[in-house]
């Protein structure tokens, strides 16, 4: 264990000769040293490690003494020559320091007294004589035990030296007179010491400085380098003392008896005051004073922050609530209260925009133009809450970032798809750990300006549970007239989102809550016939394709069969994602021959052939219409999320007592629909079926199929296919294979309307389809469908079950 002078006196006879000169004081035991210090030094000693203190030569060191080896080393020294080298530690923590854990300059002591205490330790007085320099170390067992070498003092006795002694003197005994754990004997004791080396010694012993600096004029050897060293350090103390005085005597009177830890904080503010620094905590509160001044927070949020901002003053920076309070303060100054960008109102630049980055949506395109042009004439006009509906895959959310660039506009994409927290959208509350703001303001403050483009995807995917009803939260923030005052629970401030223009999207409005959905402008985005797909991937997809696959045009091309045997054969979707997939597909097998050739080679022209060599087989299989004379086999059209398409109804009778099975994986309304077109037939027989027995329907059983048994099918559109199936079965006149029918029917035989008239119209033209049903009331429907999407199909339109059943069935 490195050993330790101690603080307490051993007794009151030690505690006076301590750091007394040699020469000076003479005791029992000290004429013995004395007389070994003008000995020569053995070659090798004894070393006993010192924690944090340093030996000098010319004085009396009292030593506490306790690791079993030091006590050995003690016990061996005073049986001998009494002779010891004391050197400090450099790992003070370590209870038993190794050589190289050691200074290399120490002090050869005389052991002049011995005092064992009961716990086993034992109380030493040794009198330094020579500094040494130790190395090196010929043994580590049972005690360190080095050789070394003497390092006497250099001295030139000039004016020099004589003026930084008595410097010396006169800046310790100001030192003295300041501090009280400095004797006043010790100042006598200065006074008197005329020797340069022994005055150095007998100071530096004395004050309380760090081992390091200790250390290093103990191992200075020239006498007036180690004065000018001293005299450094006794005027940066004294101006330190004198520096504490000031301070105490400035805050004394704001203090109280017992209220250390503000003394020491008050202490620590008028240092920093002294040397021009401003404390941090100041320094914190104020730069955050001076975000809000430039941050141009409205009224209530400015009082917010400046109440906050008064209570973090008051809290010291270790407080729990001081970060929760300092988080708060950034987010009211770090979003863009006042800051927003210019719209750009040029209609034929925004147009250009969104021609450039879509193809079609005509529509959409001319209500975003709509905007712009009310916008020009009236610029406090609020912008427009939309909701994009379509499958996958066919622009939604490219198409709100182009809006945002033909606007000039910054854009955020929410994505809500299966949030079920109401705190996602309007925050927590600051009294939970680890709060923070919605997604809505964080968005805001990502977004950098009050009047970004917001597309909140997926929002048709958003649930509910015991947290709360996301839903119910977006009804705030997508209602024109409550959304300029925006309050999410974590700021507790109104937020203006008046200015932001909201895009939903959505794969289905079904699962959309109505209120919700009241509050959004609906736009349809249908699925893409193979002509618009193949317009797409020439325009965008192929070249995007060519680039991210490191392909040059040069390299490269596709033909107009090469797209529509991709379309067709390798993908199923209303959209576009499977296509451009696909396409990644070729150029990447491509990019591998070039690669193959380092880069060289011709230009490949990818053909309908050259796709299905390099794709494989076949994956798609497109229904076409079925080629058949059996009664009781109809052609439906259902929709699909990927797009439209053809649905076969198949009814068959067997002996029986009047049963119907429904089978094909239907949904309860399609079963229901199956039920009601039942129900129309036998109550009508005599109409539909003129012939047929009364007896039929008690001897037969029914069976309903609709084949493709592993997907799933829902609902009430297929009541006119099933009902023209059902009377097919029943007068044994075959449905017309070139006709495919939509439709709800009622008990009474009305045709009602149905949806997604573009995407069942489509698919009827992929599967060849000459003549489609509809429902009278979908006729101003059809009128928005594009000329090109109806080449090559009759509509025919009815209101009653008779209606349809004319244009279905086969003459016998």
Not at 294 to 303: D, H, K, S, T
Not at 447 to 470: L, Q
């Amino acid at each position: 264990m490195a050993e330790k002078t101690p603080e307490a006196p051993l007794s009151t006879e030690e505690a006076a000769i301590e750091s007394v000169p040699v020469l000076e004081v003479v005791e029992s035991g000290q004429e013995e040293a004395a007389i070994r210090a003008t000995e020569a030094l053995p070659d090798a000693m004894p070393v006993l490690p010192l924690r944090d203190t340093v030996a000098y030569p010319d004085t009396l060191a009292p030593l506490g003494v306790g690791q079993e080896r030091s006590i050995k080393l003690v016990d061996d020294v005073l049986a001998g020559n009494r002779m010891l080298v004391m050197v400090a530690s450099t790992e003070p923590e370590e209870d038993a320091p190794s050589p190289d854990q050691l200074y290399d300059v120490g002090v050869v002591g005389v052991v002049t007294r011995m005092l064992k205490v009961p716990d086993g330790s034992i109380r030493i007085l040794v009198q330094g004589s020579q500094r040494v320099r130790l190395g090196p170390y010929v043994a580590e067992e049972p005690y360190l035990v080095a050789r070394i070498t003497e390092m006497p003092d250099v001295r030139d006795d000039t004016p020099e030296l004589e003026a930084l002694s008595r410097n010396v003197q006169r800046t310790f005994s100001d030192i003295i007179e300041q501090i009280p754990y400095l004797p006043e004997e010790l100042q006598m004791a200065v006074t008197n010491v005329d020797e340069p080396s022994a005055l150095s010694h007998l100071i530096a012993g004395a004050l309380r400085i760090p081992t390091e600096e200790k250390q290093t004029l103990l191992e200075e050897v020239d006498v007036s380098k180690r004065l000018r060293l001293l005299s450094g350090i006794l005027a940066r103390e004294l101006e330190v003392i004198q520096l504490g005085s000031q301070i105490q005597s400035e805050v004394q009177s704001s203090i109280d008896k017992g209220q250390r830890e503000y003394f020491l904080r008050e202490q620590l503010k008028a240092i920093q005051a002294e040397l021009g620094e401003e404390d941090e905590q100041v320094a914190e509160a104020n730069e955050l004073r001076e975000r809000v001044e430039a941050a141009g927070l409205p009224e209530q949020a400015l009082r917010s922050a400046e109440r906050e901002l008064s209570r973090l003053e008051k809290l010291p920076a270790a407080a729990a609530e001081h970060g929760v309070i300092r988080t708060y303060l950034e987010w009211l100054v770090e979003l863009p209260w006042s800051v927003e960008t210019e719209d750009n109102l040029d209609i034929d630049h925004a147009e250009a925009v969104l021609n450039e980055d879509h193809y079609d949506m005509e529509k959409i395109k001319d209500r975003i133009l709509e905007y712009l042009a009310v916008r020009k004439l009236n610029p406090e006009s609020r912008g427009p809450i939309l909701c994009f509906v379509g499958p996958p895959g066919v622009g939604k959310t490219s198409l709100g970032k182009s809006i945002a660039r033909a606007l000039g506009r910054n854009f955020e994409r929410i994505s809500v798809g299966g949030v079920r927290d109401e705190a996602e959208i309007r925050g927590h509350r600051r009294t939970y750990v680890g709060a923070m703001p919605g997604t809505i303001i964080r968005a805001l403050r990502d977004a950098g300006s009050s009047n970004p483009v917001f597309m909140i995807d997926e929002i048709d995917k958003m649930g509910s549970d015991f947290r709360g009803d996301p839903s119910s939260a977006m009804l705030e923030v997508l209602d024109p007239a409550q959304n300029d005052s925006f309050r999410d629970h974590y700021l507790d401030v109104p937020f203006d989102l008046s200015d932001v223009m909201f895009i939903a999207t959505a794969n289905l409005l079904d699962t959309v809550p109505g209120p919700l959905r009241d509050r959004m402008e609906t736009i349809q985005l249908a699925g893409y016939t193979v002509d618009e797909k193949r317009h797409i991937a020439r325009r965008y997809l192929v070249p995007r394709q060519i680039r991210a696959n490191g392909l040059k045009p040069s390299m490269i091309a596709f033909t107009d069969p090469a797209l529509t045997a991709i379309i067709e054969e390798y993908t199923r979707e209303a959209g576009v994602r499977g296509l451009e997939r696909e396409i990644g597909t070729v150029c990447r097998k491509v990019a591998r021959g070039f690669a193959e050739n380092d880069g060289k080679g011709k230009k490949v022209k990818v053909s309908g052939k050259r796709v299905r060599e390099l794709l494989g087989r076949r994956r798609v299989f497109s229904e076409t219409r079925r080629r058949t004379r059996i009664p009781g086999v109809s052609t439906g059209l259902a929709w699909t999320p990927t797009g439209g398409d053809v649905l076969f109804i198949e009814a068959t009778a067997m002996p029986g007592n009047g049963k119907l099975v429904i089978t094909g994986q239907l949904g309860d309304v399609m079963r229901e629909s199956a039920q009601a077109a039942l129900s129309y037939v036998r109550a009508n027989a005599k109409t539909v079926a003129p012939d047929a027995d009364v007896k039929w329907f008690a001897e037969n059983d029914i069976h309903i199929h609709v084949p493709a048994g592993a997907v799933p099918k829902d609902g009430p559109s297929a009541g006119v296919a099933i009902t023209v199936a059902l009377v097919s079965l029943i007068t044994g006149r075959p449905v017309r294979n070139d006709v495919a029918m939509t439709g709800e029917v009622t008990l009474t035989g009305q045709v009602l309307a149905i949806g997604g008239v573009k995407e069942k119209s489509l698919a009827a033209q992929r599967a060849g389809i000459e003549t489609v049903i509809l429902p009278s009331r979908n006729e101003g429907e059809v009128a928005e469908i594009p000329e090109h999407e109806r080449t090559g199909i009759e509509f025919r339109y009815a209101g009653r079950m008779s209606d349809a059943l004319a244009i279905a069935l086969e003459d016998k």
